[in-house]
Structures are given as structure tokens and as C-alpha cells.
Nanobody, 122 residues
Framework: QVQLVESGGGLVQAGGSLRLSCAAS????????TAWFRQAAGNEREFVAF????????LYANAVKGRFTISRDNAKNTVYLQINSLKNDDTAVYYC???????????????WGQGTQVTVSS
């Protein structure tokens, strides 16, 4: 059974940092593209970043470029999202997802975690 489990969310002041984790079981993340998406209250789920199977290709949404960094630890079968310089607009539930090929479209991802809440206060 495939499971993706996010952790690391919380309440943080604007300008602060968080590191989100996505631990996988039942699949090997180094054979999948892993992405982070986020969904703010009342909004649609939006792409944040992905890292491909070989970890040699990453892509970021314009809104997070330069502030977010996606990475992977194959030994731990875990993908991370380092979030710096947090803004109020970053408040959302953050989800990780896995798929066999690269995409910024949520609908094509096969496996999803349950999400972790990030709340940024002024």
C-alpha cells in the first residue's frame, strides 16, 4: 500500500522558515517525480514545485521561486520542501504527490498525501 505522509507544517511569522517533509512507503521516490502542491482556503489546488526521478530537474511556481527549495533523500525515501521568507500568501495546506512523469497538473498525479497546514502570521 502506497502512503505519502507530510509533516513539518505549523504556525510561523512572516519572514520565517519551515521545512516540510514527505515520507513515502510502498513506493520508491527515486523512481517517481514528486511534487508539492498547496491549497489555500477557498482556492484551487496549485502547483508549487517538483523534482524528477533523477533529481536533476526541478521546477518551481513563479510565486515561490527563489524562496522554496525542493530536495530528496533517497536513503530516507523522503522529499523535502524548504520554505524561506514566508509570506502571508503562503498560508495553505501543502500536499506532496507522486507520479511517473513530470507535470505541474495536479490531476495527473497518482498518489497524494493527506496534507500539512502552513499558517503564516503577520
Amino acid at each position: 500500500q502506497v502512503q505519502l505522509v507530510e509533516s513539518g507544517g505549523g504556525l510561523v511569522q512572516a519572514g520565517g522558515s519551515l521545512r516540510l517533509s514527505c515520507a513515502a512507503s510502498g513506493l520508491t521516490l527515486s523512481t517517481y517525480t514528486t511534487a508539492w502542491f498547496r491549497q489555500a482556503a477557498g482556492n484551487e489546488r496549485e502547483f508549487v514545485a517538483f523534482i524528477n526521478q533523477d533529481a536533476d530537474y526541478t521546477l518551481y511556481a513563479n510565486a515561490v521561486k527563489g524562496r522554496f527549495t525542493i530536495s530528496r533523500d533517497n536513503a530516507k525515501n523522503t522529499v523535502y520542501l524548504q520554505i524561506n521568507s514566508l509570506k502571508n500568501d503562503d498560508t495553505a495546506v501543502y500536499y506532496c504527490a507522486a507520479n511517473r512523469f513530470v507535470s505541474t497538473v495536479a490531476d495527473v498525479y497518482d498518489y497524494w498525501g493527506q496534507g500539512t497546514q502552513v499558517t503564516v502570521s503577520s
